[in-house]
């Protein structure tokens, strides 16, 4: 059974830096490209980031391109993402989602491209 266990959230200062992970189990490490969302309310879920699994390829919409980086551990079969200089308009829910060859360019912000979720972790930006 895949599953993916979302943690680090928290509330920081504008400014601020959280680590958030993405702990995953039941697949091996390279079958599955791990991607990044985020909801915020009344908001439609919005990629973030992703990594392929396969190659390392990373992509980033442009609003945190330079803040955030995404990385994978494959000894702890987990992905991390830093969110450096978090400023008010990050406040969300971030999700984590895996799915097969799902961090492609042009698609990977698609959450129809991921077929397993975790539960989410709450990142609250503010002063």
């Known amino acids: 059974e895949v599953q993916l266990q979302a943690s680090g959230g928290g509330l920081v200062l504008p400014g601020g830096s959280l680590n958030l992970s993405c702990a995953a189990a039941?697949?091996?490490?390279?079958?599955?490209?791990i991607g990044w969302f985020r909801q915020a309310p009344s908001t439609e879920r919005e990629g973030v980031s992703c990594?392929?699994?396969?190659?390392?390829?990373?992509f980033y919409t442009y609003s945190v391109k330079g803040r955030f980086t995404i990385s994978g551990d494959a000894a702890k079969n987990a992905v991390h993402l830093q969110m450096d200089s978090l400023k008010f308009e990050d406040t969300a829910i971030y999700f984590c989602?895996?799915?097969?060859?799902?961090?492609?360019?042009?698609?990977?912000?698609?959450?129809?491209?991921?077929?397993?979720w975790g539960q989410g972790t709450l990142v609250t930006v503010s002063s």
């Open positions: 989602a895996a799915g097969r060859r799902a961090c492609v360019r042009g698609v990977w912000v698609l959450p129809r491209n991921y077929g397993y």
């Open positions: 039941g697949f091996n490490y390279g079958d599955y490209d």
């Open positions: 990594i392929s699994r396969r190659d390392g390829t990373t």
